[in-house]
């Protein structure tokens, strides 16, 4: 799992955050977020959640709603941790976002 997780920061902790334009504005890699996967982040863009600091501003219990009206299959996903890891991205905490991901079990705190 670790492997997974270094393969999706795709870079040192250093790094900017990956962003690309977009109609609206830029949105960022939210791939990068521990438990976050390609359908997923569609699923938070269909939201209107493209950025790390728009996914840190979303509660929990948002969150929860979206995957479950996602279907089954997104139900399982846990996103307690996600606005965490989103605040410190953000922030351009790439080194404590690290170590927090380096705790984590598929998103979840382990």
């Known amino acids: ?3 997974v997780r270094r393969a999706k920061r795709s870079g040192d902790a250093t790094e900017a955050p ?23 982040a569609g699923i938070l863009a269909e939201a ?3 950025t790390y600091a728009a996914l840190a501003a979303t509660p929990v219990e948002r969150l929860r709603e979206l995957l479950d009206a996602a279907g089954p299959r997104f139900r399982m996903h846990d ?3 996600w606005p965490e890891q989103a605040h410190l ?3 351009g905490e790439w080194d404590a ?3 927090l991901q380096e705790r984590l079990v598929g998103g979840r705190a382990g």
């Open 18 to 40: 990956a962003t690309s334009g977009g109609a609206g504005g830029e949105s960022d890699d939210l791939t990068r977020i521990e438990g976050i996967g390609p359908k997923i």
């Open 48 to 50: 209107g959640i493209t």
């Open 79 to 81: 996103p307690t941790t």
């Open 89 to 91: 991205a953000a922030s």
């Open 1 to 3: 799992q670790a492997e």
């Open 97 to 99: 976002l690290e170590e």
